[in-house]
């Protein structure tokens, strides 16, 4: 299995507060993706990195922004959580240089905002 | 935008029996794959398959990239193949935009 964590697993926070989760790879691949999954859609982009302080807007990115200062670390933060970002997240890692586009995923995080 | 579309949604197989997940996109993709999600949430790599055909086991698949569409297949099905599979494919612009499909939920009884 790819070495990728995802802290916290589970979450619970109040409408309003900041919330900061994390992706951490062992796997030193370049490419590193926010994805939320949400019944009745599958799991949609958030936020995606392509290298170290590299990183572009998916399809979901209103009311999230990431940050990734190390080659192993992705940073997702919800500035003000809202109870419509209530979701299981889950972060992927790729790497093209290796000559495929495959993503690998970590566990996921659980985040019920109140 | 792109839309990539699973059918069918759910299927429910008795223990042993064969089926076929089909997977439509509406654009030009650089790469697609296959996961199955299992009932504790886990995302597991089944195929990357851009294009041709791949076997694994008792899965299968097949994607004909000229006509837009991928099949999986699952012979001789098992309980521990309950869960959901996703399909998903990257874009021509840059490949590491990802589309997934809503899924197909299937539960195989005993």
């Known amino acids: 299995d790819a070495g990728i964590t995802q802290s916290p697993r589970h979450k619970v926070t109040e409408t309003g507060t900041p919330v900061t989760l994390r992706c951490h790879q062992t796997?030193?691949?370049?490419?590193m993706y926010w994805y939320r999954q949400d019944p009745g859609h599958g799991l949609r982009l958030i936020h995606y990195?392509?290298?170290?302080?590299?990183?572009d807007k998916g399809e979901v990115s209103d009311g999230y922004s990431v940050s990734r200062s190390k080659t192993e670390d992705f940073l997702l933060t919800l500035e003000s959580a809202t109870s419509s970002q209530t979701s299981v997240y889950f972060c992927?890692?790729?790497?093209?240089?290796?000559?495929?586009?495959?993503?690998?995923f970590g566990p996921g995080t659980r985040l019920t905002v109140t | 935008g792109i839309q990539v579309e699973q059918s069918p949604p759910d299927l429910i197989l008795q223990e042993g029996a064969n089926s076929t997940l089909r997977c439509n996109f509406s654009?030009?993709?650089?790469?697609l794959q296959w996961f199955h999600q299992n009932p504790w949430g886990q995302l597991i790599n089944l195929f990357y398959?851009?294009?041709g055909t791949k076997q694994n086991g008792r899965l299968s698949a097949t994607t004909v990239a000229t006509e837009r569409y991928s099949l999986l297949y699952i012979s001789s099905s098992q309980t521990t193949d309950s869960g959901v599979y996703f399909c998903a494919v990257g874009l021509n612009t840059g490949g590491f935009k990802t589309i997934f499909g809503a899924g197909t939920r299937l539960f195989v009884k005993a």
């Open positions: 990195s392509y290298g170290v302080k590299d990183t």
């Open positions: 796997e030193n691949h370049r490419y």
């Open positions: 992927a890692i790729s790497d093209p240089g290796q000559g495929t586009y495959e993503q690998y």
């Open positions: 654009d030009s993709v650089n790469n």
């Open positions: 398959i851009p294009s």
